[in-house]
């Protein structure tokens, strides 16, 4: 393979932060005997996509088979993607500063509906064809994979496959049946169609698109145009998670980046059912590591890589059913050390401030609930299942136990929202204050601080709130203002996301293949790196709307009825469409519904969908576990026995890493 660094190297004296471009970090794989290579490509800079867990995983996963190589690409900061092609210079693999267009498959993550266009400036800038159709047969096979590919239509014209579900299993076993096949002579389009009947592969090239009227009557928007090609594809499943080791071999990057420290996934997985999340939907059924696993990831980890904090990741950390034991333990295991252990989500009870208090030690600085809506009437529909009550008890606890701030996640626009709604976040958010002030010593009471942060709805695919509209960012900026009028504590500070990139967002949540031409002609216009407030290019999404026709207001902001057939009707998590329209419907009545690892099965379909079941460390108790839910109506979806016991293919943690780095909305 061709090696670039002579040529690169001269470049990166006047580059910002040329860490980012150098190869040799410690913990680094090359292998270059290797016969078949594989480049894994994360669509933004280094400093996102080296802190994401799923790349850690899939590189060592592919890594591990033998005669394979797996390396690792970025996509440079937008003022060295120009100097790149000022100087005639492709994208570049990190491990062996080789071109990307030259490896023998490409995978390229999905990790937020705001990477659409990143996707297309790595494509372009690796000298790849756009798209899937105009590739020659010595062309990198091109494979998608993460969050977004759970509504894969924005993006199919560009990749030649997409892996939908858990890739530790499902990316090397693709990749092998490409080696495999290309050896024996065959020509792409028949290893494409014969990836297409694996368990978890779209290949889009092998399924016609249809009309509104043709999908509604057909019951999918993308049907198989030839025998063999299965009709639904279902997500792949890593059925052994709770039995690996938690312990991933990473690398120690030259430069700081997101999250830099060591990141050990307790459990995938939340059953909890909060309405508009897409993470709770995909990622079924709970799976648990035993306390004697994350505790053994953990000291090795530290042992292997000099980190000095670690990160127990999951979608619903403190939910696991051993998580003070795990705690107690790696306290008492890094006592007198100096390394900090950290529990990023954190749940919204005193039983989650006590978890706090095991790993703050004495370095409280402020703590992060999300009660999401600012009414009880809201938060049921929503299906959070807190309490007034639920927060207050946190607030209480965890000033009382030396904390000074505390953070507040909010949503605006949500179904059946009011105003009244938006004005009972300021009523929370003041009485919020008013028991952080009350519970400090008198001295204590100034340097208590409260802020409240709200993001727009944004309906996403395969959640009950599916069928439901965004309102307009106009609509959002009234509400916005409503909500900073009715704060009247100055010590009360409200923040809020741009509803024009949310807006985007919702778009390429909601829409089918015709989405592809807009985000094309907005990369053409200059939109790449939307998720950086000081890129967002939105004049370039307005104009690209009107070249490619079509209507982006009425994607993102139309409600429809449950029985309308989406456009990702063709893929599935496992959890049945019957039970998403029954659960819209109890939003509509305001009714809960329990989660299945503290009371029973919710019926949700995922595990006998799957052949998979809970598997939990050990039960787990309805006692703290802040559940208010009144069982749901009888009905809907395939039933299944509760069991005993992100990352999803190109993403496990794409949800940990998003939004929160440097200049990033």
């Not at 794989?29 to 996509?49: Q, W």
């Not at 009947?197 to 009309?211: H, K």
């Not at 106009?474 to 809020?496: C, G, I, P, T």
Request: aromatic letters at 8%; hydrophobic letters at 40%; a negative charge.
């Amino acid at each position: 393979m061709t090696d670039l660094w002579p040529r690169l190297e001269p470049l990166l004296a006047d580059a910002e932060r040329p860490a980012r471009y150098l190869d040799h970090e410690y913990g680094c794989v090359y292998k270059p005997d290797a016969s078949f290579r594989f480049c894994m490509v994360y669509p933004d800079t280094y400093e996102l996509g080296q802190a994401n867990q799923a790349l850690r995983i899939l590189v060592n996963a592919v890594n591990a088979r033998d005669g394979m190589a797996a390396e690792r690409a970025f996509l440079p900061a937008p003022a060295f993607c120009d100097t790149l092609r000022a100087e005639g210079l492709p994208l570049f693999s990190l491990e062996s500063c080789a071109p990307v267009r030259e490896f023998d498959a490409v995978g390229i993550t999905l990790p937020h509906e705001l990477a659409a266009t990143n996707v297309l400036e790595t494509l372009d800038l690796a000298g790849i064809p756009l798209r899937a159709d105009a590739r020659a047969e010595d062309d990198p096979f091109v494979l998608g994979g993460g969050p977004c590919a759970f509504n894969p239509e924005p993006y199919a014209p560009f990749f030649d496959a997409l892996s939908i579900g858990e890739g530790e299993e499902a990316l090397p076993e693709g990749l092998a049946l490409i080696r495999r096949l290309r050896a024996e002579g065959a020509r792409r389009a028949d290893i494409l169609r014969a990836l297409a009947r694996e368990d978890g592969w779209y290949v889009p090239a092998l399924y016609r698109w249809l009309s509104e009227e043709e999908a509604q009557r057909a019951g999918a928007w993308a049907v198989p145009l030839e025998d063999g090609v299965p009709a639904r594809i279902e997500k792949r499943l890593f059925e052994g998670f709770a039995h690996s080791s938690g312990w991933e071999p990473c690398i120690v990057p030259f430069t700081e980046v997101v999250h830099d420290r060591l990141n050990v996934e307790v459990l995938r997985g939340c059953a909890r059912g909060c309405r508009f999340c897409q993470a709770g939907m995909m990622y079924r059924p709970v799976r648990e590591r035993s306390a004697d696993n994350v505790v053994e990831s953990v000291l090795r980890g530290l042992a292997e890589t000099g980190y000095d904090e670690v990160s127990l990741t999951s979608l619903s950390s403190t939910d696991h059913s051993q998580i003070a034991e795990i705690l107690t333990r790696l306290n008492r295991s890094c006592e007198g050390k100096g390394i900090r252990i950290s529990v990023p989500s954190q749940r919204l009870d005193s039983f989650g401030v006590d978890m706090a208090g095991l790993v703050a030690g004495q370095k409280k600085g402020g703590l992060t609930f999300a009660p999401e809506a600012g009414t009880q009437r809201l938060r049921d529909v929503i299906n959070k299942n807190v309490t007034e009550d639920d927060l207050f008890g946190a607030i209480d606890a965890a000033f009382a136990a030396g904390w000074c701030r505390c953070k507040l996640y909010f949503m605006i626009g949500l179904p059946t929202e009011t105003d009244d709604d938006i004005k009972g976040i300021a009523s929370l958010a003041q009485r919020a204050y008013d028991r952080a002030k009350a519970a400090v010593a008198p001295e204590q009471r100034g340097s208590v601080r409260v802020s409240v942060s709200c993001a727009l709805f944004v309906p996403k695919a395969q959640t009950p709130f599916q069928w439901d509209g965004q309102i307009p960012p106009e609509e959002a900026m009234r509400r916005v203002n409503l909500l900073r009028r009715s704060v009247k504590y100055k010590a009360v500070d409200v923040h809020w996301h741009d509803p024009s990139t949310s807006f985007v967002e919702a778009v390429m949540s909601r829409a089918g293949r015709e989405a592809a031409a807009w985000v094309e002609a907005a990369w053409r216009r200059g939109a790449r790196f939307d998720a950086w407030t000081e890129c967002f290019d939105e004049e370039a999404w307005r104009e690209a709307a009107a070249e490619a026709g079509v209507d982006p207001a009425a994607i993102a902001q139309t409600a429809y009825p449950v029985e309308r057939v989406m456009p990702w009707a063709h893929i599935s998590t496992g959890v049945s469409t019957r039970w998403l329209a029954r659960e819209r419907r109890l939003a509509g009545e305001e009714r809960t519904t329990p989660d299945c690892t503290f009371e029973n099965c919710s019926a949700c379909g995922a595990c006998p969908a799957l052949g998979a079941d809970n598997e939990l460390a050990r039960p787990r108790t309805a006692a703290g576990s802040n559940a208010r839910a009144v069982p749901a109506a009888a009905g809907g979806g395939a039933s299944c026995g509760p069991g005993p016991g992100a990352s999803s293919a190109f993403a496990a943690a794409a949800a940990v890493a998003e939004g929160k780095g440097g200049s990033r909305a």
